[in-house]
Antibody
Framework: QITLKESGPPLVKPTQTLTLTCTFSGFSFNTSGVGLGWIRQSPGKALEWLAY???????RYTPSLRSRLTITKDTSKNRLVLVMTAMEPGDTATYYCAHGRIQYFDYWGQGILVTVSS | QSVLTQPPSVSGAPGQRVTISCTGS?????????VHWYQQLPGTAPKLLIFGDKYRPSGVPDRFLGSKSGASASLAITGLQAEDEGDYYCQSYDRSLSGYVFGTGTKVTVL
């Protein structure tokens, strides 16, 4: 059974850097075709894909936020990390990590609400 | 930035059929990339409903039907139930962005 759980600070100040961790279980990240992604959802808004990392360490980012995002994985600890710099109030959202099957996301974490406010 | 367009809302009485459209472009759905659908019930994380245009994961009722033609895809919910109320999102891959794209989302209301 695949499970994912996001963790991180619920509140960050503007200009600060956000670091989110996704702890996962139930699958091997060394399996061809497997990937993990981050998706966010601002209050009352649609889902927005942020970043994705494949089993071979290939990384993809949404173009509008590419300069602010870094996605990494630690397969020895079954962890996925997202770093987002220069946080601003518009980044307030629920951040989800999700298990990927090449083109879609079949398992999602519960999400973590991050508020950006001074 | 949603590049897949969906109607903001659809509604129907219990037992009825509703359909949600998802329209993309030549760089995503029109380029042959599959469309996938997610259901997000109030206060919960999204759940995969349909993958590969028309396939249901184990446990998803056959009341949910996916289809695709050209750059447009559709999700039909037959025999609408109160528990189906929530938001529905389509998703695909975009070759111009080299990444994933979601739809604008559709709120389903059971009257």
């Amino acid at each position: 059974q695949i499970t994912l759980k996001e963790s991180g600070p619920p509140l960050v100040k503007p200009t600060q850097t956000l670091t989110l961790t996704c702890t996962f279980s139930g699958f091997s990240f060394n399996t061809s075709g497997v990937g993990l992604g981050w998706i966010r959802q601002s209050p009352g808004k649609a889902l927005e894909w942020l970043a994705y990392i494949y089993w071979d360490d290939d990384q993809r980012y949404t173009p509008s936020l590419r300069s602010r995002l870094t996605i990494t994985k630690d397969t020895s600890k079954n962890r996925l990390v997202l770093v987002m710099t220069a946080m601003e109030p518009g980044d307030t959202a629920t951040y989800y990590c999700a298990h990927g099957r090449i083109q879609y996301f079949d398992y999602w974490g519960q999400g973590i609400l991050v508020t950006v406010s001074s | 930035q949603s590049v897949l367009t969906q109607p903001p809302s659809v509604s129907g009485a219990p037992g009825q059929r509703v359909t949600i459209s998802c329209t993309g472009s030549s760089s995503n759905t029109g380029a042959g990339y599959d469309v996938h659908w997610y259901q997000q019930l109030p206060g919960t994380a999204p759940k995969l409903l349909i993958f590969g245009d028309k396939y249901r994961p184990s446990g998803v009722p056959d009341r949910f039907l996916g289809s695709k033609s050209g750059a447009s895809a559709s999700l039909a919910i037959t025999g609408l139930q109160a528990e189906d109320e929530g938001d529905y999102y389509c998703q695909s891959y975009d070759r111009s962005l080299s990444g994933y794209v979601f739809g604008t989302g559709t709120k389903v209301t059971v009257l």
